[in-house]
């Protein structure tokens, strides 16, 4: 075996709380960051620590098939993200020219993604979700699957569900969908999936990248695509 | 190889050819009219394809005759046709065929063509998987490209896709968790292949119930089915697809994913039937049916925007297809499939009005934008309100032909559920007279129009509307692929 296959081969005997504490980390920074670069970087973050997860469970090959999946997902969602950012920057420009030619004074640009909630209500609700997770784990926890990794599927599921019902922004929204995504592909994991299964759920990945990368930009066009 | 015969797996032979003309439609998706042109006879000789092969008939195209084989297998997993699964086919192609043809006088978004062709060969996919978890993952995944569709690269519509395809996610992920609680013995049979009976070691129920993860099952299966049903709480994706999205895209995805989702739902019944024994998902079929009725009626009477009006409405007739599911018989499965169809046949006729006026009113949906469009697009205006009114099953039309053999029968049982059904589709009839009246108002400015746009969509209201009646007066194509449709499933007479 190569030794650097061998390296990443041995990250399956690690004990899942070192990973569970990763993505509780990477989770909250994707619910509570109000910009989107730190969002997508802790989305990468997370797609690793996912996939070392997906090694106790997977051959090391479907689960670098699930880590690449995620992985790719990241630049389109960064190119439709710098896209509106710039196309925003842009009209804002313009407006704050024609406003100090009619000699009003400018606001200044809103951020984006638009969040409807503040920064401390976000933080509050992922202590709470905290809460729910350490709760959960021990009242009633996952069946089927190891005790060590079921707070990682619970913890994603419950992040990715409060993201998507907390905002309509396809962006945001979209790495929420995502989170809960990679929280359901370790509980699928169990089900044996194969070869099909995993690569099926690894084009889903792609696919809900794409659309999403595509709906954060339809929301910000000025005119139709032709 | 004989140069007059083809032979192919028919579930691959069904992918590539829907891949082709997806290919050929985006590559033409710069002409509307040709790219929808490919997309709409592409899926009816596929249609075609799929009738000639429920019924035993030879297929031959381009003087080649098909021999398409039943089965494809891919490390393991089979894909294949079914009589219920080809019926399924032949009416998603149909109907999606009819919807590129009555959508061809405006655009319907430049993806709608290419990305809408595409689904339905991932949803063929779906179809004619032999195993629960690819039908499921496919089903998925058609969803997830579905977005293409919805948002159409029109500024700001991405709200219908967004919700449907998260709805569709989570649905997908209760549905596809299921299995593992399923099966008293843990995980073994998380395959769940459909067309796999019980173990008779393991008598399905019995030892389910007694371990306690039956219940669990049910309950998710509800849950799941619940939300790719659409049921309230989760009716909002349906009313904003209609709402954010091109006068044809609702018509699509009523046609495509339905008949998909009810047949996966009849398999799971078919090979699990303990599943169902709980008469949970039939109560709540029934209720929230109910209750997406009395939404759909009140809101509809409020409305100003045409996209509200059509979902409401939709809504309307939607939720009594629920309440006949909800009957769980025989009949009341039959019913709520061929109101599926009078539906279709509703939201198609209803599109083709519409898109004309759309155009017209430079791509709102606001009322007050159809002033004066009784007079400018008298056919088009027509069919709109036709169509409305088919959704609100107003008699002599073809929703109620769906509709009205379900209140005479709850009439005796349930009279209660049978008055809201009648006074959900009066308020629809009151949405349609204030749309009726905003197009019969005068317009602000009268501007000049090319001839040939007005000739077009007349003569597309015009086949619109006879088609519609036609296929509403001889319905007997329709009913033999429902009754075919309903064929395999013989767990919904016990």
């Known amino acids: 075996m190569l030794p650097w296959k061998e390296l990443i081969s041995q990250l399956a005997h690690l004990s899942g709380l070192p990973a569970l504490i990763g993505l509780v980390c990477t989770a909250s920074v994707i619910a509570i960051a109000r910009d989107w670069r730190f969002e997508l970087w802790a989305l990468l973050a997370q797609y690793i620590l996912v996939g070392v997860l997906h090694l106790r469970m997977l051959p090391f090959e479907l689960a670098l098939v699930r880590v690449l999946a995620g992985v790719l997902v990241c630049p389109m969602l960064y190119w439709a993200a710098r896209w509106v950012e710039s196309e925003r920057a842009h009209k804002a420009q313009i407006e704050r020219q024609q406003l100090a030619e009619q000699g009003q004074v400018p606001l200044p640009p809103l951020p984006w993604p638009v969040r409807p909630t503040s920064g401390m209500f976000v933080l509050l609700a992922v202590l709470l979700l905290g809460m729910v997770l350490y709760s959960v784990s021990s009242s009633f926890p996952l069946p089927f699957i190891d005790a060590d990794i079921a707070p990682a599927c619970v913890w994603l599921a419950l992040i990715g569900l409060f993201m998507l019902v907390l905002t309509s922004e396809p962006l945001p929204a979209g790495m929420g969908l995502l989170t809960m995504v990679s929280g359901f592909g370790l509980f699928f994991d169990v089900m044996g999936p194969g070869l099909v299964g995993i690569g099926v759920l690894s084009a889903l990945d792609l696919i809900m990248g794409l659309s999403i990368s595509y709906l954060a930009i339809v929301r910000d066009l000025t005119g139709e695509v032709l | ?494």
């Open chain 2, 1 to 494: 190889m004989n140069p007059l015969i083809l032979a192919l797996p028919g579930p691959l032979f069904l992918v590539l050819a829907a891949v082709i003309v997806a290919v050929c439609s985006y590559v033409t998706h710069r002409w509307t009219i040709a790219s929808g042109v490919i997309a709409a006879v592409g899926c009816l000789v596929l249609a075609w394809t799929c009738m000639q092969r429920l019924l035993g008939l030879p297929v031959v195209l381009f003087g080649r005759t098909l021999l398409l084989g039943n089965s494809l297998v891919v490390l393991g997993r089979e894909w294949a046709f079914t009589p219920s699964g080809l019926a399924a086919l032949t009416f998603i192609l149909g109907a999606a065929g009819l919807v590129y043809l009555f959508g061809l006088p405006a655009s319907q978004g430049w993806s709608f063509h290419a990305s809408g062709v595409l689904v339905i060969a991932v949803l063929s996919l779906s179809i004619t998987a032999q195993q629960y978890v690819y039908a499921i993952l496919f089903l998925w995944l058609a969803a997830s490209l579905a977005a293409f569709v919805f948002a159409g690269g029109r500024p700001g519509a991405s709200i219908g896709a967004l919700r449907f395809m998260v709805l569709t996610a989570v649905a997908a992920m209760v549905l596809l968790v299921m299995p593992a609680f399923l099966d008293p013995g843990g995980i073994s049979r998380t395959a769940a292949a459909f067309a796999m009976p019980p173990s008779p070691a393991v008598p399905a129920g019995s030892a389910g119930a007694s371990s306690g993860t039956l219940p669990t099952a049910s309950i998710l299966t509800v849950i799941g089915f619940g939300i790719l049903l659409m049921m309230v709480p989760f009716h909002g994706q349906l009313v904003a697809i209609a709402a954010h999205s091109a006068p044809m895209v609702p018509a699509f995805t009523l046609s495509v994913f339905p008949p998909v989702v009810f047949h996966i739902l009849f398999r799971l019944g078919q090979t699990d039937p303990a599943l169902f024994q709980d008469q949970l998902l039939v109560d709540v079929c029934r209720w929230t049916g109910i209750a997406a009725v009395a939404i759909g009626g009140l809101a509809a009477m409020g409305q100003r925007r045409l996209g509200y009006l059509l979902g409401y409405a939709a809504l309307v007739d939607w939720g009594a297809g629920l309440i006949a599911l909800g009957q769980g018989t025989v009949q009341g499965a039959e019913r709520a499939t061929l109101m599926l169809i009078w539906r279709v046949l509703s939201l198609v006729l209803a599109g083709a009005g519409w898109t004309s006026i759309y155009r017209l009113a430079g791509q709102r949906d606001d009322l007050d934008r159809c002033r004066g469009m009784l007079h400018r697009r008298p056919l088009s205006t027509l069919a709109l309100f036709l169509g409305l009114l088919s959704l609100a099953a107003f008699p002599l039309t073809p929703g109620a032909a769906g509709r009205w053999p379900l209140i005479l029968q709850l009439m005796d049982s349930q009279p209660g559920t049978a008055w809201v059904l009648i006074l959900a589709g009066v308020g629809v009839c009151v949405g349609v007279i204030t749309g009726v009246r905003a197009c019969l108002s005068a317009a602000p400015v009268e501007s000049r129009e090319r001839g040939v746009l007005m000739v077009g969509d007349t003569a597309i209201a015009l086949l619109a509307l006879w088609l519609v009646g036609y296929l509403f007066l001889h319905p007997t194509p329709w009913l033999d692929v429902a009754q075919r449709f309903l064929s395999d499933f013989n767990w919904l007479a016990r």
